[in-house]
């Protein structure tokens, strides 16, 4: 039997034997950080104008009240106009410290080569805002007018990225409707050309792709034809989807009650990003 003293010294001598390790070690300790949420919120906010059916002119006041309530980190934006961009930063701002970036990329008007335009005379658009946390505040804008249109329809497609430096890559867009077979190779081009062409030359980042895409998860084509295999998936059961990376996980998806000022629920997707080690001091 060994006694209660040897079995006291022994153990002390771990103790100094881990204590001396921890200190020789110094800042070189890695501790695990728990993976990052990601909340991205959806919205199509029919707010051109144009199109009478589902136009109330109060969607924009609805969508401030939505992004002050779930305080998302990502709001992507369909069918606003330039100046509804302002009014939604400003939300974002009151539920979040550290960087607010907002990006808009017009809609071309195929008849003139101008930015397409709003009733009200502002240019009309896809929008993102992207909430970066301190100290990681720097970002880019990407954007592109999809080469496939429709040339009866003067509304000529956009797509938008935000690439929040060294984090990730947000994007949006909203295609065309006249035509599923359009929309389609414009989804193609998106996830097939122009998203790899910025994940090229070591600038990879995880991406989330979240729009109203005019095209139906089952439906004929099937949205998930232009889908990449190595990417995740999800939609509000409609039109509008989102895409990930796989490095990206899905934890939840729901809808958000819009109040009938447009004629699209809100979507949100809450994911997470990769975990990283940071120094124990």
């Known amino acids: 039997m060994v006694s209660r003293p040897i079995v006291l010294r022994q153990l002390a001598a771990a103790v100094a034997l881990l204590s001396v390790a921890t200190v020789l070690a110094g800042c070189s300790v890695v501790a695990p950080v728990a993976p990052a949420p990601l909340r991205v919120l959806q919205l199509n906010l029919c707010n051109s104008g144009m199109a009478t059916g589902c136009y109330t002119g109060r969607s924009v006041a609805r969508a401030a009240e939505v992004i ?18 302002g009014t939604l930063e400003r939300a974002m701002t009151d539920v979040h410290d550290g960087t607010v ?42 954007a592109g007018i ?15 990225c935000v690439e929040a430096r060294t984090l990730f890559f947000a994007c949006t867009t909203h295609l065309a409707y006249t035509s599923s077979t359009l929309a389609l190779a414009q989804c193609s081009h998106l996830l097939g050309t ?22 139906r998860h089952g439906g004929t084509p099937d949205v998930r034809s232009c889908v990449p295999a190595d990417y995740r998936h999800r939609h509000d059961g409609g039109v509008q989807q989102f895409m990930a990376t796989a490095d990206l996980g899905i934890e939840s998806t729901r809808s958000v009650s819009m109040a009938r000022t447009t004629d699209h629920a809100a979507f949100l997707v809450t994911l997470t990003l990769p975990g990283q080690g940071e120094p124990a001091h």
């Not at 429709?150 to 938008?160: G, K, S």
């Open 146 to 160: 999809y080469p496939a249109q429709d040339p009866a329809d003067p509304e000529q497609r956009a797509w938008l």
């Open 68 to 85: 002050r309530a779930e305080a998302p980190d990502v709001v992507t934006l369909n069918e606003i106009c330039s100046g509804d961009v």
């Open 101 to 142: 970036a907002a990006a808009f990329q017009p809609a071309r008007n195929g008849r003139t080569g101008e930015p397409y335009r709003c009733v009200n005379g502002q240019q009309y658009g896809v929008g993102v805002l992207t909430h970066i946390a301190a100290p990681a505040g720097d970002h880019e804008v990407h």
């Open 194 to 215: 122009a998203i790899p062409q910025l994940h090229r030359d070591g600038r990879y980042r995880p991406t989330v792709v979240s729009g109203d895409l005019n095209l």
